[in-house]
């Protein structure tokens, strides 16, 4: 059994910063990559930011210069730092990790159920 549970998401004003935070609990082998996805209102779900267990990162067009994906693989947790907030950012933002559950079995994607992010003028 594994669970990731977002928070961190709610109302900002335009401009603002927001930190989003997930956590992996449950039986859990090895974690490798964990990342952050956004989902709109009518619109597929799109990568925001990914890191390695290494650290190594990969961010979308319009995340790079302002949101800042970290991890702290002691806490099996991952952070999303929010800067500047645009209008276009507001979505349900979910985690996603790939987890090895045990040695026996390769690694598969897990999902958190997402937090809302909202813009404000």
């Known amino acids: 059994q594994v669970q990731l549970v977002e928070s961190g998401g709610g109302l900002v004003q335009s401009g603002g910063s927001l930190r989003l935070s997930c956590t992996a609990s449950?039986?859990?082998?090895?974690?490798?990559?964990m990342g952050w996805y956004r989902q709109a209102p009518g619109k597929q779900r799109e990568l925001v930011a990914t890191?390695?267990?290494?650290?190594?990162?990969n961010y979308a067009d319009s995340a790079k210069g302002r949101f800042t994906i970290s991890r702290d693989n002691v806490k099996n947790t991952a952070y999303l730092q929010m800067n500047s907030l645009k209008p276009e950012d507001p979505a349900d933002y979910s985690c996603?990790?790939?987890?090895?559950?045990?040695?026996?079995?390769?690694?598969?994607?897990?999902w958190g159920r997402g937090t809302q992010v909202t813009v404000s003028s």
């Open positions: 890191m390695s267990k290494g650290g190594s990162t």
């Open positions: 449950g039986f859990i082998f090895n974690i490798y990559v």
């Open positions: 996603n990790a790939v987890i090895q559950t045990s040695s026996a079995r390769p690694p598969e994607p897990y």
